[in-house]
Nanobody, 123 residues
Framework: VQLQASGGGLVQAGGSLRLSCAAP????????MGWFRQAPGKEREFVAR????????NYADSVKGRFTISRDTAKNAVYLQMNSLKPDDTAVYYC?????????????????WGQGTQVTVSS
């Protein structure tokens, strides 16, 4: 089972990027999908999560009001729209899937991971 993340790049502070994550249909229809990020020398941290049916979302405090997670059932894809980007948002971003229900910001509670996509925000 593979999750394919894409959409990273280099952007100036204040700019926007949209990350995409493609998942196998069975995974997409039954799993909570999340985004995490990891900056050099730091632990992987939770960014956002969306429930299997899209009914609920959760965000890290650091991205609330700037990032939006969404899902497209026709494409079996999850997106992370990132606006008003800051240099502190620079990290490798990972999409992940979790078979358990409910909200969890803990990486070890996610079963499947994508390969990561680099986001670099210049000041």
């Amino acid at each position: 089972v593979q999750l394919q993340a894409s959409g990273g790049g280099l952007v100036q502070a204040g700019g926007s990027l949209r990350l995409s994550c493609a998942a196998p249909e069975r995974t997409f229809m039954t799993h909570t999908m999340g985004w995490f990020r990891q900056a050099p020398g730091k632990e992987r941290e939770f960014v956002a999560r969306i429930s299997w049916n899209g009914a609920t979302t959760n965000y890290a405090d650091s991205v609330k009001g700037r990032f939006t997670i969404s899902r497209d059932t026709a494409k079996n894809a999850v997106y992370l729209q990132m606006n008003s980007l800051k240099p502190d948002d620079t990290a490798v971003y990972y999409c992940a899937a979790r078979s358990g229900g409910g909200y969890s910001p803990r990486p070890y509670e996610y079963d499947l991971w994508g390969q990561g996509t680099q986001v670099t925000v210049s000041s």
